[in-house]
């Protein structure tokens, strides 16, 4: 009976949301708008002036079944790829603004992620995205995701993320425009995303010289070690994948990078398990249309109750004989283990075997406690 009353109140409001966005595409766009107000996505145009601070931009969806996980839990890789399309659509439509040569932003970089609360089957995902900073030839986007039981109407922020675009030509892909700059409302917010700016441009290049190694298979590996858990995915890239300019969606490669991951996880702990946090994650050249692209996964350091697992994406340009096998993107997941009840578990240490392996979970340790010191200084009151 619970589940039927469940079923009709869900039905009831699947249908108010359709009513809604059914009238958002009747009014389309509004001249009138404020800044606060929402725009869907899905339906509305926004025009964004280059002479005017960003309008937000937010898209909402409910999560159905083939999102989430047996227990429930909605995939990490899923909202990361509800980040990304937000990211793109406000970024894409800022780079735009002006007259001048058509562009699409293409995703660069995904700062650290973490995932503050979970979200559940039949709960909405509501998507906000800003631009908080541009440079001469990149774009920064801050995002917020929040969850929505629409019986009882709680929200609760699950995400935050900060992404980076850059405008692609789209007479030429491998082209970078320049981006038309914003108007900050504080005058050191310019400043302050500068900072943020050349400090993810250094990091970007020194993880670009960094992750030069491959995953290698071992036969017969024994159990807690890095060699029985990881895991590879080979997936070719089709017309689904790509926008219309022939190269993969930023999202649809972060979600095949958390599938992985999780893969790697559940090998390890052998439980239910769910994404924690999301180091940075580095775009580090584009992948075409026809490209055969391999993700790896490998296990990298174990504390008590969580294991963090480094991706590595590798493109295969099998219809061009003229380009060789490339590193695409890589970055480092976080996974905790849960029990049936949604409790925290202790996870099985890693036993690291070779000298790269021993090197590998001394640095992974070092982000660990790093990350440790940083959440304890913020729980800290302040004076």
């Known amino acids: 009976m619970k589940l039927l ?17 059914a009238t958002w595409e009747h009014l389309g766009p ?11 996505a899905s339906v509305q145009a926004v025009e964004t002036s280059s002479n005017l601070p960003s309008r937000p931009c937010i898209t909402a969806r409910i999560m159905r079944p083939d999102d989430a996980n047996v227990a429930g839990n909605v995939h990490g890789g899923t909202i990361l790829k509800m980040i990304e399309e937000a990211g793109a659509i406000i970024s894409t439509r800022h780079c735009n603004s ?8 293409a995703l660069a970089r ?5 995932f503050l609360s979970p979200m559940c089957i039949g709960e909405v995902a509501h998507v906000s995205a800003e631009i908080t900073y541009t440079s001469k030839h990149s774009v920064e986007v ?17 995400n935050k993320a900060t992404l980076w675009y850059v405008p692609l030509s789209l007479k030429n892909v491998d082209k970078v425009l320049e981006v038309p700059p914003v108007v900050y409302s504080r005058q050191e917010q310019e400043e302050e995303g ?8 250094l990091e970007r290049m020194e993880t670009k010289w960094r992750n030069g190694d491959i995953v290698q298979p071992v036969p ?4 807690n070690t890095v060699s029985y858990s990881q895991s590879s995915l080979i997936h070719l890239v089709g017309p689904s994948d790509c926008t219309l300019h022939g190269f993969v969606h930023g999202g649809v490669t972060m979600k095949l990078m958390d599938e992985v991951a999780g893969i790697v996880a559940a090998r390890h702990c052998k439980t239910n398990i769910v994404t924690a946090s999301v180091d940075a994650i580095n775009f580090h050249d584009k992948i075409r249309k026809g490209c055969v692209i391999t993700i790896s996964g490998r296990m990298t350091f174990t504390s008590n109750k969580s294991m963090e697992i480094e991706v590595l994406v590798d493109a295969d340009p099998v219809v061009d004989n003229s380009q060789k096998r490339y590193r695409a993107a890589s970055a480092f997941f976080t996974y905790v283990s849960l029990s049936q009840e949604g409790k925290s578990l202790p996870v099985p240490q890693l036993v690291p075997e070779t000298e790269d392996e021993k090197k590998r979970f001394e640095e ?4 660990y406690l790093q990350m440790k010191a940083k959440r304890q200084g913020q729980a800290e009151p302040q004076p």
């Open 220 to 223: 017969n590996p024994e159990p």
């Open 142 to 158: 801050q995002v917020n995701v929040m969850s929505e039981n629409i019986l009882t109407g709680t929200k609760k922020l699950t």
């Open 5 to 21: 009353v469940y079923t009709l109140r869900l039905h009831l409001r699947l249908r108010e949301l359709s009513r809604q966005a």
């Open 98 to 105: 002006q007259n001048g040569e058509r562009c699409v932003a």
């Open 110 to 114: 995904v700062e650290r992620t973490d």
């Open 30 to 40: 509004r001249s009138s708008q404020g800044p606060g107000e929402k725009c869907w």
């Open 194 to 201: 500068r900072k943020r700016y050349e400090a993810q441009k």
């Open 364 to 367: 992974g340790k070092g982000r």
